[in-house]
């Protein structure tokens, strides 16, 4: 018997198969939330080494694992490690970008206290999609089941809905029968430059 290919397996998961369409060797793209690598990783082996790749966390933790992987996947020289919040993504990267990539929340193993919160999380997305080049993505996990999801849930939701449809393609993925709060994907395609 044939094995089953999974496709909805994550929302991370689905959101690097919306990359892999869009990203390529020599773009610039933005992990606006480095975490534990995982994003920063698999955006650096797409851009290949004429490629760049901003990766932007508060915390020195995050941006240790992150380096720690990059290191070991021999990807380090295509990244930019910022110690800084999402927001302020625009004082470290011009326009030009092809993607720009969100996973919410905390950071896994890490403290759970330390949450991405929804003002900063919706002025990063704001200067992330007027960076876009035309058929840039945004692309965003939300993560509800922990304190402040809910309503850094809403504010996305709120952005993502207030993009104007003449300029924007918008989907929103969600798991309907894993759980009461399961992470979900949303993204949109900048169809052209307002």
């Known amino acids: 018997m044939k094995a089953?290919?999974?496709?909805?397996?994550?929302?991370?998961?689905?959101?690097h198969d919306l990359l892999t369409r869009v990203v390529g060797p020599g773009d610039t793209v933005v992990d606006c939330t480095?975490?534990?690598?995982?994003?920063?990783?698999?955006?650096?082996?797409?851009?290949?080494?004429?490629?760049?790749?901003?990766?932007?966390?508060?915390?020195?933790?995050?941006?240790?694992?992150?380096?720690?992987?990059?290191?070991?996947?021999?990807?380090?020289?295509?990244?930019?490690?910022?110690?800084?919040?999402?927001?302020?993504?625009?004082?470290?990267?011009s326009r030009g970008l092809k993607a720009a990539v969100f996973n919410l929340g905390f950071l896994p193993g890490g403290n759970k206290n330390l949450i991405t919160r929804p003002s900063s999380t919706v002025t990063a997305l704001e200067k992330a999609a007027e960076l876009l080049n035309t058929g840039g993505l945004l692309v965003v996990v939300v993560y509800t089941g922990h304190r402040g999801g809910t309503e850094e849930s809403s504010a996305v939701d709120s952005f993502f809905g207030g993009l104007p449809r003449v300029h924007w393609d918008v989907i929103r993925l969600v798991f309907p029968n894993r759980g009461s709060s399961p992470p979900y994907l949303i993204s949109a395609q900048k169809r052209w430059r307002n």
């Open 4 to 15: 089953v290919t999974r496709l909805f397996e994550s929302a991370v998961e689905i959101a």
């Open 34 to 93: 480095a975490g534990n690598g995982k994003d920063t990783a698999f955006l650096a082996g797409l851009v290949g080494d004429a490629g760049t790749v901003y990766a932007f966390d508060i915390q020195d933790q995050a941006l240790q694992n992150t380096r720690t992987r990059l290191e070991t996947e021999g990807l380090l020289a295509r990244v930019n490690l910022v110690a800084a919040g999402h927001e302020n993504l625009d004082l470290h990267v």
